[in-house]
DNA sequence: GGTACTATCACATAATGATGTTAGAACTTC
DNA sequence: GAAGTTCTAACATCATTATGTGATAGTACC
């Protein structure tokens, strides 16, 4: 059972928003909200929301403070943030704060109560255009230091190091011998300039590779 | 109009999907190879497909490795990795190797269909379990401390290996002799159910701790 | 006062890792 | 066809790490 708050500074939109839920089975909206302060305020003496939606843009407090604020007083409760902003920096923002899902404000009722559905079952909703930006970001940051040029081979190696192969394991891996491996080993250490297994896979996991 | 590739080792379903995705109005799928080497085979005559659905675990070179290549040549090309893997690591490997979209394999033909509308229009299709991936994942890189069993100081030890650093140098740094920095090793091995630096040190930073 | 957990130090041995040197076969490049 | 790169392999040597066993001492909890 879902019961949802709603922080939500326009008083139409939060006063259908909350209508709307409360008719849904399986699915109820004891409160709504203007702003972070009320909420919290309402929190402190009926706990029983375990599911938010908020805006970002909020009078008083912002939607991404008031996130952390309730995320640290509250761990069980899951927030989506319901916002205009495309703006990555926000969406990172809200995202490292402690989001759990991140929807555009033009969602539909609809699909708002499918967002809650789904956050229920243990998945993270979010726009798709959201999504895009967020996978972008993770192409950025891997493409970003991606210099060194490890052959095939090197690489086959460095996986076996980051598994927590020792040389031998490796070397039965790959089906070469241990000297094999050794020889990989300290070209990689060229390559990478370093000079131990140890370095290799923290760079490897960092994606500096 | 999405011309869409498949490179998908099971034969059956490689036919069911392209048969299906070819019935599909403006959409049409004019490959399916069961490895990467054949699609980049095709690909070297035919570059037409502008969207791929690829799996992992493939014949051959893997579906990470191949992206890269086919990223590197095709680079207008969107590609859906489409696997059974759960596991945080390979998802993030796809998605900074260039995977624009990223859909646990359970799901079903009329959804893949959805996802290719999807990112023709911009968007990212992800399946909700690995949006929570990737949400937690930004979760961690905010929040700096972990619920991890280990004890302050043996994280500090665990700092000092992942820094790359002999035992020598870790007792150095925290004023302790090496004997009790072994001693601390034998700890964290326990609790972490490994034996060896290796994996100490992936575990970390993995943020497995 | 006992039990549990943590932190510290010591000695010993076997396994693994780091580094140097050398070198053949396969392949690419100029 | 010479030059360079990659992958392969061996031998040697020293350093580091993994693992076992044993011990002392403080803190915390009940």
Same mark, same amino acid.
């Given at each position: 059972?879902?019961?949802?708050?709603?922080? &939500?500074?326009?008083?139409? !939109?939060?006063? =259908? *928003? #909350?209508?709307?839920?409360? +008719?849904?089975?399986?699915?109820?909206?004891? /409160?709504?909200?203007?702003?972070?302060?009320?909420?919290?305020?309402?929190?402190?003496?009926?706990?029983?929301?375990?599911?938010?939606?908020?805006?970002?843009?909020?009078?008083?407090?912002?939607?991404?403070?008031?996130?952390?604020?309730?995320?640290?007083?509250?761990?069980?409760?899951?927030?989506?943030?319901?916002?205009?902003?495309?703006?990555?920096?926000?969406?990172?923002?809200?995202?490292?704060?402690?989001?759990?899902?991140?929807?555009?404000?033009?969602?539909?009722?609809? &699909?708002?109560?499918?967002? !809650?559905?789904? =956050? *229920? #079952?243990?998945?993270?909703? +979010?726009?798709?255009?959201?999504?895009?930006? /967020?996978?972008?970001?993770?192409?950025?940051?891997?493409?970003?230091?991606?210099?060194?040029?490890?052959?095939?081979?090197?690489?086959?190696?460095?996986?076996?190091?980051?598994?927590?192969?020792?040389?031998?394991?490796?070397?039965?891996?790959?089906?070469?011998?241990?000297?094999?491996?050794?020889?990989?080993?300290?070209?990689?250490?060229?390559?990478?300039?370093?000079?131990?297994?140890?370095?290799?896979?923290?760079?490897?996991?960092?994606?500096?590779?």
């Amino acid at each position: 059972m879902a019961q949802v708050g709603i922080i &939500e500074d326009n008083k139409k !939109i939060r006063q =259908l *928003m #909350q209508r709307y839920l409360n +008719m849904q089975k399986d699915m109820s909206c004891p /409160v709504a909200t203007e702003c972070v302060e009320d909420m919290l305020d309402y929190l402190s003496t009926y706990p029983n929301p375990n599911v938010l939606l908020m805006d970002i843009q909020l009078p008083g407090m912002s939607g991404i403070e008031g996130m952390k604020i309730i995320q640290q007083k509250y761990p069980d409760i899951e927030i989506i943030m319901l916002t205009v902003y495309h703006d990555s920096h926000k969406i990172f923002e809200s995202l490292k704060a402690g989001a759990s899902g991140y929807l555009l404000k033009h969602t539909s009722l609809p &699909e708002i109560k499918d967002a !809650i559905e789904l =956050l *229920m #079952q243990g998945g993270a909703p +979010m726009s798709p255009q959201i999504a895009r930006k /967020v996978i972008t970001h993770f192409n950025y940051r891997g493409q970003k230091k991606q210099k060194s040029n490890l052959t095939n081979r090197e690489q086959d190696i460095v996986n076996g190091l980051v598994d927590g192969l020792s040389y031998k394991l490796i070397a039965d891996r790959l089906n070469i011998s241990i000297d094999t491996v050794r020889a990989h080993i300290r070209n990689i250490y060229k390559k990478l300039h370093v000079n131990s297994k140890a370095e290799v896979i923290a760079k490897s996991l960092r994606g500096e590779l």
